[in-house]
């Protein structure tokens, strides 16, 4: 399930940071827990676990924009409206989600005391579903993450981002969707295929377009966790269970930060802003 969300922009000219993944990560959170406090809980300090993995199964888009400036670090918004897309593969948490956002009706802010972009919700929408078969072409909407450890000890945070191109990429990038698949059985939410799934990844950019997305910051807005995503075009071969959960749960890495959201592949899209 997808939503489609479209914001009013109250304050017109607002400088709104390059990273404001987290802005909008606790800002779903919030909302989440204002209809299920419960479900906002378990998914932001447990998640479905498998392991000592942690998986949300949701992600968001890039924030759609069409009129800003860029100033440092900052971009200067001068839309009257702007829209995001959520995303979500465990469809109560998106209902939960929509009922939220439905009687959300007060204004919002994305920012810190220094700047700060002040929305009013004016549209939902539920997008249409998509069909699914076993080898689909896919763009990414937000930028796709995908690591290995550089230590044995997995509670250490030392990772290394691979490139697409790299040799390991697609080894890593189809053992994290099997542990997301794995976890989706353990918590009930698919049923086990008969046979060991099989997952082929096929990178189809020459030139994947790099990204740097802050993933935590300090109580003064200083990035102090950051990760390297790609923007490209792929194709992947999989049961269609295991494509529909990287479709909507989102591929790779930190995906309720914002990463790993992909659309249908079309030759329009290789144009990118």
């Known amino acids: 399930m997808r939503i489609k969300i479209t914001f009013k922009v109250l304050n017109k000219g607002a400088k709104l940071p390059f990273s404001y993944q987290p802005f909008i990560n606790a800002w779903l959170y919030n909302t989440l827990s204002n209809a299920d406090p419960l479900l906002a809980e378990f998914l932001h300090q447990k998640g479905y676990g498998l392991y000592n993995r942690k998986f949300k199964f949701f992600t968001f888009s890039k ?13 200067q918004i001068f839309d009257d409206e702007v829209s995001l897309i959520v995303s979500g593969f465990v469809p109560v948490m998106l209902h939960k989600l929509f009922l939220g956002l439905f009687n959300q009706q007060k204004q919002l802010f994305w920012g810190d005391v220094t700047h700060k972009l002040k929305l009013q919700i004016a549209h939902l929408e539920t997008l249409q579903p998509i069909h699914f078969t076993q080898t689909m072409r896919f763009s990414c909407i937000s930028p796709i993450t995908v690591g290995k450890k550089e230590d044995a ?10 490139h697409p191109a ?15 698949y794995n976890a989706a059985i ?22 994947p377009k790099q990204k740097l997305i802050t993933l935590k ?15 490209f075009d792929f194709e992947l071969t999989a049961p269609t269970d295991i ?10 890495r930190h995906n309720a930060m914002g990463l790993g959201m992909v659309k249908i592949f079309s030759d329009n899209t290789l144009k990118r802003n």
Do not use: C, W
């Open 63 to 75: 924030l759609y924009l069409h009129n800003f400036k860029t100033e440092g670090e900052f971009m």
């Open 153 to 162: 000890d997995e509670m250490k945070d030392k990772t290394q981002y691979l």
């Open 166 to 180: 790299d040799e390991e990429f697609a080894k890593f990038f189809t053992l994290n969707l099997l542990e997301k």
């Open 186 to 207: 353990e918590h009930g939410l698919l049923d086990p295929l008969p046979y060991p799934p099989k997952i082929d990844f096929k990178l189809l950019s020459n030139q």
């Open 217 to 231: 910051t300090d109580a003064n807005n200083v990035p102090t966790s950051r990760a390297r995503a790609y923007l």
């Open 243 to 252: 494509l529909k959960l990287g479709y909507l749960g989102g591929f790779g």
